[in-house]
């Protein structure tokens, strides 16, 4: 089985920063694309941030020059760097993944449980 576990949320004030991660760990051949989506109440889910295994990464225009994803391969995690953060940036983050378990199998996407940011004064 393969788990993904994200940590780092939590209250931080406008203008403050937050790193989240998600660490993938279990039976893991390969790890392709890792992603952070958010979800606001109200709102449906959102992708945020994606990286390949090579390392190219995209984020959403709302985030850009704000919050830079990144990944450890020898780790297998996955990170968030959030600056500037916004009140409107208050979510539940989570992280996915396409993970191959067996060699020579297609990838399968899995999820963490996510980790709530709130940012308020």
């Known amino acids: 089985q393969v788990q993904l576990v994200e940590s780092g949320g939590g209250l931080v004030q406008p203008g403050g920063s937050l790193r989240l991660s998600c660490a993938a760990s279990?039976?893991?051949?390969?790890?392709?694309?890792m992603n952070w989506y958010r979800q606001a109440p109200g709102k449906q889910r959102e992708l945020v941030a994606s990286?390949?295994?090579?390392?190219?990464?995209n984020v959403v225009d709302s985030v850009k020059g704000r919050f830079t994803i990144s990944r450890d391969n020898a780790k297998n995690t996955v990170y968030l760097q959030m600056n500037s953060l916004k009140p409107e940036d208050t979510a539940v983050y989570s992280c996915?993944?396409?993970?191959?378990?067996?060699?020579?199998?297609?990838?399968?996407?899995?999820w963490g449980q996510g980790t709530q940011v709130t940012v308020s004064s």
């Open positions: 279990g039976r893991i051949f390969r790890i392709y694309a």
């Open positions: 990286i390949t295994s090579g390392g190219i990464t």
């Open positions: 996915n993944a396409d993970i191959v378990t067996i060699i020579g199998t297609m990838s399968n996407r899995y």
